[in-house]
């Protein structure tokens, strides 16, 4: 079973939020790759996304989800969220060693309301507007999506499309709340 991407994303987003929170000592080895995937792989069972077939700690994840693990985690070192390895003085200098930025410790804490992390953001945003329109929904998300990747000119694009979107049925309701002579 192929795995959800928002959700994948959502599911390392926590797992980090959750080490973030940790105080680790400089010594300590780190991060590394498997615990992310030992972590998406635990989450994906708690579901019923994966069957319960190894026992805790054995990291086995299907193939394309290991990918997508690799994937996420690529994109948050372009996001300056997290940075490969732990130190340059031992041998855990780059993957599967890696470390949160203090960047992304900050981005990490504030948990809603993250461009970062599109899932979140837009059931977030759904839950508080519980009747976002659907065009406007869809340009967010392709804004929120092209600003994770660093394409910032077409995030602004899509956003000021939602915006007018938004502008355009304000003022249709502003028309319809005004009385005939008021309109003028």
């Not at 599967?96 to 948990?111: D, N, R, S, V, Y």
């Amino acid at each position: 079973m192929t795995l959800d991407t928002q959700e994948l994303r959502s599911w390392v987003y926590a797992f980090l939020r959750a080490e973030s929170k940790k105080l680790r000592q400089p010594h300590q080895l780190g991060l590394q790759l498997s615990d992310v995937e030992g972590h998406v792989k635990s989450a994906a069972q708690r579901v019923g996304k994966l069957p319960q077939d190894t026992l805790y700690g054995v990291n086995n994840l299907p193939q394309h989800s290991a990918d997508a693990v690799r994937e996420v985690m690529w994109s948050l070192v372009i996001q300056g969220i997290i940075v490969p390895g732990v130190d340059k003085s031992s041998n855990n200098a780059g993957f599967p060693f890696f470390q949160i930025t203090e960047w992304g410790k900050e981005c990490l804490a504030i948990g809603e309301y993250v461009p970062y992390d599109t899932g979140q953001y837009m059931r977030q945003l759904r839950s508080d507007i519980s009747a976002l329109d659907s065009t406007v929904d869809c340009y967010l998300v392709e804004a929120l999506n092209c600003f994770r990747s660093g394409t910032y000119l077409s995030c602004a694009v899509m956003t000021g499309v939602a915006s007018e979107r938004v502008l355009l049925h304000l003022r249709d309701e502003i028309r319809k709340a005004l009385q005939p002579d008021d309109r003028k």
